[in-house]
């Protein structure tokens, strides 16, 4: 499952990746983030060309829960933005853990990619040896 955009990993499609924007406080002091949009995906960049934080919506909205993941998730996404274009930045230990937590529960497992044909003969499904040598 490729896709030209995003990422090429079928787990990471299945996740259902986004990217986090801090749109600032509310009356009550509450953090508020936008994760509408899916990484690599139109508004994925800052007008300077750097990527904005990428994390699976599950990881965002575990973090959301409470105030010291959303201070956290505030701290993530200033120190992607800090940092220059295409940097690898540390995680904060909070997004970390929760992220940590989510990639070891999650069960999805990478399917086999099996070529198959149609018969000349028959007109039923065949396997095509992917390889050469799997004659």
Known sequence: MSNRFGYNSARWIQQDWRFVVYSGEDGRGM???KHDGKCGKKGGKTSSGKTRLCLPQQV???LKKTRQGRNALHEQVKAK????????????????QVF???QRSD????RRIKK???SIRTGKPVQIPLFDFDM
């Open 60 to 62: 965002i909205m575990e």
């Open 107 to 110: 069960t999805f497992q990478n």
């Open 81 to 96: 933005l800090r940092g220059s274009k295409g940097q690898n930045v540390q995680y904060n230990p909070i997004v970390l």
């Open 116 to 118: 198959t044909a149609q």
């Open 31 to 33: 953090k508020r983030f």
């Open 100 to 102: 940590q937590e989510f």
